[in-house]
Nanobody
Framework: QVQLVESGGGLVQPGGSLRLSCAAS????????MGWYRQAPGKERELVAVTTTGGTTNYADSVKGRFTISRDNAKNTVYLEMNTLKPEDTAVYYCNAVLRPRSWDSTYLDVWGTGTLVTVSS
């Protein structure tokens, strides 16, 4: 079993900052990709930012220059630093990991956290 546990969401004023964390635990051999997605009310889930083990990153155009994704491979943890937050950033933010649970098995798992709510409002 593999679990992703997010933390760091909350209420923040426009222009403010928040830092989200997501720690993976359980049977993990390697994690290829870790990232963040979000789903606003009435909208589909969308990619926010992802990062690979090698350090490659990809961001949604709407967050480029404001959000930074980082990763601690030793701790199986991914972070999302969010600056200059806007009301349109309000959403439930979900952590995602694509990983191999066992060294002898080439099967990959696509694992999701339960989400953390970020509300940007004055």
């Amino acid at each position: 079993q593999v679990q992703l546990v997010e933390s760091g969401g909350g209420l923040v004023q426009p222009g403010g900052s928040l830092r989200l964390s997501c720690a993976a635990s359980g049977s993990i051999f390697s994690i290829d990709v870790m990232g963040w997605y979000r789903q606003a009310p009435g909208k589909e889930r969308e990619l926010v930012a992802v990062t690979t083990t090698g350090g490659t990153t990809n961001y949604a155009d709407s967050v480029k220059g404001r959000f930074t994704i980082s990763r601690d491979n030793a701790k199986n943890t991914v972070y999302l630093e969010m600056n200059t937050l806007k009301p349109e950033d309000t959403a439930v933010y979900y952590c995602n990991a694509v990983l191999r649970p066992r060294s002898w098995d080439s099967t990959y798992l696509d694992v999701w956290g339960t989400g953390t709510l970020v509300t940007v409002s004055s």
